[in-house]
């Protein structure tokens, strides 16, 4: 995961985690150096994320969503298994049918803020690296954001490779990006380096459902990493 991130944040730089849970991502880019604004909105998640991480100057705490506008929205908890928590209706009725999701139960709803990622960097600051992973929601949060940032990353699964689409297509609105693809929680980027959005759009739906799940991560073509050899495709 350290050797992953490195490429796109090193010390000084702001990241942003959303989607934290227990704030394993956190942990990875302070250890690198960064700051950190890290939005978690399932508040009993919340209060591990803020024992871990509470006491670090370094890192700056919301229990929020991020999403399109501020507000509210419904969170969808599963308390069983609470890393599959979400706000999107449409990736609870997509689940029954997929066999890695089909023992899922989301068996309390509850109201949390949401904070777009536009007033997030009105108030800290432009962030090198933006890190999404949000259930099936990835597609609102980025449409609350109208900056182009240097790096992103955003969670697909499977099961909804129509949000991977919108968020692939949204994020080349905002700049001239290119996308590479890490499976599961393997923390290397797959062989094809990196492309253009439809070639990217084509890996994933090209993907076997078995895959389940896996982070696309886009970087702005002009903008080169820290560490090259970091970002090569998995041999």
């Known amino acids: 995961m350290d050797r992953l991130n490195a490429a796109f944040i090193g010390p000084g730089d702001l990241a942003f985690d959303i989607g934290a849970h227990v704030g394993d991502r956190t942990a990875s880019f302070r250890r690198l150096g960064a700051r950190v604004v890290t939005l978690e909105p399932q ?47 449409a990736l609870i009725k997509a689940a029954p049918g997929a066999e890695a999701w089909a023992d899922q139960t989301w068996d309390k709803t509850i109201r949390v803020p949401v904070v777009p990622l536009d007033r997030l960097i009105e108030t800290h600051g432009l962030p090198a690296f933006i890190k999404i992973d949000v259930e099936g929601f990835e597609a609102e949060v980025l449409a609350g954001l109208s900056t182009p940032v240097r790096a992103l990353s955003f969670e697909v699964t499977t099961i909804q490779r129509d949000v991977a689409s919108a968020c692939l297509t949204r994020i080349a609105d905002l700049g001239p990006y290119e996308f590479a693809f890490s499976l599961g929680e393997g923390h290397v980027l797959q062989k094809g380096g990196w492309v253009a959005a439809r070639a990217m759009e084509a890996m994933l739906h090209n993907l076997p459902t078995s895959a389940n799940s896996g982070d696309v991560y886009a970087r702005l073509k002009d903008w080169r990493p820290r560490q090259d050899s970091n970002l090569q495709p998995a041999p």
């Open 43 to 89: 508040p009993h998640v919340f209060r591990a994320l803020r024992l871990i991480h509470g006491r670090d100057p370094g890192v700056v705490l919301h229990c929020a969503a991020a999403g399109a506008q501020a507000g509210e929205v419904d969170m969808h908890l599963n308390t069983l298994n609470p890393t599959v928590s979400t706000a999107s209706r």
